[in-house]
């Protein structure tokens, strides 16, 4: 190879090089890059809340009891302070059993639907309320009383004979529909002279098991409390006293309610986890392929190195030759 073609050589791996070292900086940056991003998404795995189911422990709730008259009473929790007669107005419920047949109440009803109410703007500040007893068939009354709530489906009554005794109405059929409380019945005749008025209707009780409650409130009352801020002594406007029983509930429906956020909150941060993996397996993919065609650039400036080394050496000699000419 002569000089010229050698330096031209030389030259074009010199270059060759250069390109090479620019792209390994190039994909130097793109891994730093890659780890920032990599370092982001690992520090939002550590900052995540990992959820913890509720304990039943911490879901009670303290009940107070006490005797009126024989029969058990509670606090509902209405512990009012009238700042203008510097005493207490008290809240409380008692709860009774009812006797077989005993008329428990009556419904009312009305089948006229009263409109939505909207604002100015449109929006409905006030839901469409619909009350309204019907017949379906021969065997089976809906009864919806409240659009926030469920209705009750009457179904005819297979113990008619039994209800006919103790409700003393011997020639009458009866229907049955099912409460929390127990189970009522309505004589078919109410339901079919009731229906589209707002006339009650009687309502009977069969159940062994049945009870009532019914909620009053005590006013002008002095209230004590221990150390502990809990009850312990409440004297009516007539100075009776009522000695206090504490017991801690389980609250259920809280606890449920807690459970439900926990499944809730566990299911976001599942999901965001399985996110956050996603995208780190992405840039680890990505990593990976950077690495390999770092690798590659390593080989072949390896390669460029080496020949450059071999052309170099052909210059020098090429050099050295033709100063030992014109020496």
Known sequence: MGMS????????????????????????QQRTTLATQSSVMNEQLLTLAVPTPPSTDDYVRTVYKF???????????KV????????????????DSIEKGEKFGQF????????????????????????????EGTLMHKVVTDPTADGYDFAQASDVEMIRKDCNKPSEDFYVYNTSSGYRYVAESDLEDKAGTSDGISTYAINQNAQKTESATMKGCQVEYNEKNRITRIIDSEGTEYQMSIETQHDEDAYKDAYNQYEFDKYEYEQKMNE???KLEVIQAQDKQLELKLSNLDTEQSAVSTEMDAVKKVLDKNVESTFKTFG
């Open 67 to 77: 005797n009126n008259g024989g029969q058990e009473c509670m606090l509902t929790g």
């Open 80 to 95: 009012v302070y009238d700042s203008a007669t510097g005493t207490w107005d008290v809240g409380y419920a008692r709860t």
């Open 108 to 135: 009312r009803f009305d089948k006229n639907v009263i409109p939505e109410e909207k604002d100015a703007s449109g929006n409905v500040t006030k839901p469409a309320q619909t009350q309204y007893l019907t017949k």
């Open 276 to 278: 956050i993996n996603a």
């Open 5 to 28: 073609a050698s330096q031209m050589r030389f030259c074009m791996l010199t270059g060759r090089k250069s390109d090479i070292e620019y792209q390994g900086q190039q994909i130097n």
